[in-house]
């Protein structure tokens, strides 16, 4: 009867180690999604910014661009 108990035993610390992995997986899968998720929003943020900054130079080089262009073509225009 000993003998049965053991194995028993055994049979349950074994099966508890078996659930006890599958939750650290499965917390190790959700820590790294959230990684994941966390470094493409970084990205996108990034992206983002960097198109904004590129949008108003843009600009800005146009508005300069026009200017310069309608006072030349003002100045020939009277000169």
């Given at each position: ?11 349950e610390a074994f099966f508890e180690e078996i659930e006890e ?59």
């Open positions: 009867m000993r003998m049965r108990q053991s194995v028993a035993e055994i049979e992995d599958r939750e650290r997986r499965e917390r190790l899968r959700r820590r790294a999604e959230q990684r994941q998720k966390a470094r493409h929003r970084e990205r996108t943020h990034r992206r983002g910014s960097m198109r904004f900054f590129a949008l108003v130079m843009l600009l800005l080089g146009t508005a300069v661009g026009v200017t310069i262009a309608m006072f030349q073509t003002l100045q020939l225009l009277l000169g």
